[in-house]
């Protein structure tokens, strides 16, 4: 059992899940429409596994008998400018759920709630681990450069990223 305080902080943070989900598909769709096809594929990765992040929340919400709310979501935009903006917006979003992930993980331990902040724990591992997949992206697209041949390097390589789901 959580308190209702706890269910609605992790009802909102599902919300923003969805929403990054939301995002990371508007983003994958932009870079089709570019002909960027391994930027759109690492993104429709993503985006799976935001949704993977939500099936989190709404089992452990469920197994702690919280009422579970499904808030609406926010249209995301539909353009985002060239691969090292796309990615930096990538990064930048990212950084605003890690500091979510760490209000939530606040919110447990003040609350004493243990159960919550073992759970939690692996969001918190999750965001530090996101927030570098992103940062290398945006370092090898400096790097190699987002226009010819360095984007089609970049492009290629991130083609390769597949869908590793975790146990829920
Ligand atoms: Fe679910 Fe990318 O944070």
């Known amino acids: 059992m959580i308190s209702s305080n706890m269910a609605e902080i992790l009802n909102k943070h599902m919300n923003a899940e969805f929403y990054s989900s939301y995002l990371y598909l508007s983003m994958s769709a932009y870079a089709s429409s570019k002909g960027w096809r391994g930027c759109s594929s690492w993104l429709y990765v993503q985006a799976q596994e935001e949704m993977i992040h939500v099936q989190k ?25 060239s691969p090292l903006e796309l990615f930096g917006a990538v990064l930048d979003h990212e950084r605003k759920v890690t500091a979510l992930v760490s ?12 159960a919550t902040e073992t759970f939690w724990q692996w969001f918190v591992t999750e965001q530090t681990e996101e927030e570098k997949n992103c940062r ?32 829920l």
């Open 57 to 81: 929340l709404y089992v452990y919400l469920d197994d702690q008998d919280a009422r579970i709310e499904l808030y609406a979501i926010e249209k995301p935009p539909v353009e985002f400018g």
């Open 136 to 167: 290398d992206v945006v370092d090898r697209l400096k790097l190699a450069g987002e226009t010819g041949p360095g984007l089609f390097m970049i492009d290629n390589e991130l083609s390769a990223r597949v869908l590793v789901p975790p146990a």
């Open 103 to 114: 209000d939530v993980m606040t919110v447990a331990v003040k609350e004493a709630d243990h």
